[in-house]
């Protein structure tokens, strides 16, 4: 009798399965975002690999017209790769002096961006640049 008349106290809180389900939605929507959100970084990547290669052959035309030649590095172009692509591509570069001379610059990814759809990128002096559906 005692018992009815003293106030209920009011629960407060969340229970285990509460918490549980929470953690599992968490984990699902995480499962889902995170494919695409690293796919997403890779494609800016290139991107950006992309706009440093189409600067890299505008200075090699400029180069060949001071120095009747074209540049065998990025350096010799005075143009350094940021920090942020260094770490996902390296940047060769293919010079040939003869008859016509030619140019050829390449993008090859390293690290987590070989998963990219594109891996290598290229253009070269005559304005190709491959593979075509990645540009």
Not at 4 to 24: D, Q
């Amino acid at each position: 009798m005692w018992n009815r008349l003293l106030p209920r106290r009011v629960a407060r809180g969340f229970t285990l399965l509460e918490v549980l389900i929470v953690a599992v939605i968490i984990g699902v929507l995480a499962a889902i975002a995170l494919p695409s959100y690293q796919a997403q970084l890779r494609r800016s990547a290139r991107a950006e690999a992309q706009t440093l290669l189409t600067d890299a052959a505008s200075r090699q035309q400029q180069f060949l017209v001071d120095k009747r030649t074209y540049a065998t590095s990025m350096s010799a172009l005075r143009l350094t790769p940021p920090p942020t692509l260094t770490s996902k591509f390296t940047f060769p570069v293919t010079a040939q002096d003869g008859p016509p001379p030619t140019f050829t610059l390449t993008a090859q990814a390293i690290g987590e961006q070989t998963r990219d759809s594109c891996p290598t990128l290229t253009i070269d002096s005559a304005g190709n640049r491959s593979p075509a559906g990645c540009w």
